[in-house]
């Protein structure tokens, strides 16, 4: 972004934007007077930026990143906003993707003898541009023609100098939208980002686009040369991005409500009340309550202070952490047939966890409806689901995963029911990681999955 001291507009921005990786943060700013300043580290926006931190971030104009590590491993080396030296000024990268076709880009790079410090994919594509930088000396051709080299998913904010660059890859699998600022513009993730920064959503960026901002000047667009067809991630509606982004057209709240709305026309169930797995469940809980009549209830207290489960490296840990994270009221169950409504099942672990919760409070009948299909394939585009053994309906059907949840019964939203909710042609989504059908050619996808994640 870009206007008066950039760093506390993009505090606002990465704290809006905390849930989409809580392993590290970071921030690049650019001052004519002194150059590149960065600051960045493991853990919490809120922790690593104090206000000492945050001052010391000269310049109007920067970049800021909030990490979920899916290729590279977690580890400060692989924190972003990633500098690469280029002919002239450095440029700063923060990226949200995988690109699944850097290690062969990497290879070929380390034979022309280039030196890489970190695992992660972006700072092969930093290289890469700052080759083609070199080769061109125009910084849209060099992107354009990295871009053209790299396959696979990456919404980008670059910093070179005091211009700002931000591309999406040509299927613009993972969200970017551009934003107008009080004096100045910005861009971001999800469009909430932009709100809390006092400003408000110009246009999603278009798959495939570069759009560069100068200092003082409106955003320019340069457009890559191979634009495919759309493939926006379903999982960014579905769970990802927070309820109050719109995301390529459509509002993230309204679509998880109509979820929900769906599920309850699609898998009626005779039940007295209908609990939300919070957070993530609760406007497709609503949703499903106003269709069905089936009356609302928060029934499970989330603790706003236990930290994540999804990552936690071994099943009983997470199991453990499912009950810190979340205690039923036992009054809300006690006799009742109850509907529970999850966003998603990829483990399993929430909702076993949870069942046995409700049933040890006395849940007369519990039925399961998940807001999304069974998620059967790994994601290569930046969703932390890389293994396919991990996955429970990967080789169950619903009734067997119904049974090993403990549930009473277990219904899906079907593909349909997602497209329609989503609102968007079925073409332009991509569905990969419940169809298994991709919207890229991934290299030896048997060899890819073998790998140990940390090799990603
Ligand atoms: P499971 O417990 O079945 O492994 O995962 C599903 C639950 O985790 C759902 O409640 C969903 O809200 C949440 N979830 C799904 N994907 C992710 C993710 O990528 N990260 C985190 N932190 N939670 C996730
Ligand atoms: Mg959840």
Known sequence: MSGHGAAPYIYLGLRALQHRGQESAGMATWSSHAGLYQHKSMGAVHEIFNRDAVESLRGSVGIGHVRYATTGRSSARN??????????????????????????????????????????????????????YSQTHSMPTAIRRAMGALSGAYAIAMLHGNTLYAFRDPNGIRPLCLGALENGYAVASES?????????????????????????????????????????????????????????????????????????????????????????????????????????????IKSRFVERTFILPDQKLRRQAVRMKLHPIADVFNGKRVVLLDDSIVRGTTLREIVSMVR????????????????????????DMKDRNDLIAASRKEAEIAQELGADSLKYLSLNGLVKSIGLPENQICMGCITAKYPLNIPQEQQRFQQSLNDF
């Open 192 to 300: 909430v980002a932009i709100e809390l920064m006092g400003g408000g959503l110009i246009r999603d960026i278009e798959p495939g686009e570069i759009v560069m901002i100068e200092k003082g000047q409106q955003p320019r667009s340069y457009k890559s040369q191979n634009t495919s067809s759309r493939a926006h991630c379903m999982f960014e509606w579905v769970y990802f991005s927070r309820p109050d982004s719109v995301l390529d057209g459509k509002l993230v709240y309204n679509v998880r409500k109509r979820i929900g709305e769906t599920l309850a026309r699609e898998s009626p169930v005779k039940a007295d009340v209908i609990v939300p797995v919070p957070d993530s469940g609760r406007p497709q809980a609503l949703g499903f309550s106003e269709e069905s009549g089936i009356s609302y209830s928060e029934g499970l």
């Open 79 to 132: 924190a972003q906003p990633v500098i690469i030296p280029t002919i002239d000024r450095e440029i700063a990268i923060g990226h949200n993707g995988d690109i699944v076709n850097f290690m062969s880009v990497k290879k070929s790079m380390q034979r022309e003898g280039t030196a890489f410090f970190g695992s992660a994919d972006t700072e092969v594509m930093g290289q890469l541009i700052s080759y083609e």
């Open 360 to 383: 040890s409070v006395g849940a007369k009948e519990v039925h399961l409806r998940i807001g999304c299909p069974p998620i059967i394939a790994p994601c290569y585009f930046g969703i």
